[in-house]
């Protein structure tokens, strides 16, 4: 069975994007890249909403080659990488179906809306945040809306040089 993470950046108070939509307040070229690559290659499926597709997609080249992603959306676009499949369906419902699909880690990367439907269904098992030491005022934030607490475990916490905060957490609950 699958181990959905939900592995994000966080401005400190709260927002994975500026008020556009835009992420270029995040660290970049930096020599450190805090576990990505680790954490990258241990991952078997990527499941993220429209929004955060169509940024990606806007960056150029694909970045998850050879990975299965599955993006939900109400309008699929007409073409995309041959590794994205455009998912209608309820996101806990198939959420359920990835986990059964897959026995590897499934990267949940975004955005918030869709963060916070597998979190307030108890699908996500970890949660993995980077505290970027910058205040953002507003944004898109790290969930979505209001819904039911999420009680967490903190497994672990590593701060680098630069400010950047790991938090590894994980859900209390297990589906």
Known sequence: MARIVYYVASSLDGFIADSAGGVDWLPAGEPNDYGYAEFYAGVEALVMG?????????FGEWPYPGKPAY????????????????????????????????????????GADLADQFRQAGLVDEYLVFLIPTILGQGVPLFGGPGSPT??????AQSHADG????????????
Do not use: C, M
């Not at 429209?50 to 806007?58: E, L």
């Not at 676009?77 to 880690?105: C, K, L, Y």
């Open 50 to 58: 429209r929004r955060t597709y169509d940024q990606v997609v806007s």
């Open 71 to 110: 993006v939900f959306t109400h309008s699929p676009p007409s073409d995309g990488p041959p590794e994205a499949s455009f998912v209608r369906t309820n996101a806990p419902d198939f959420a359920r179906e990835i986990a059964e699909r897959h026995s590897g880690t499934v990267w949940l990367v975004g």
């Open 151 to 156: 009680a967490l475990e903190l497994d672990s």
């Open 164 to 175: 950047v905060v790991a938090l590894r957490y994980r859900a209390r609950k297990t589906r």
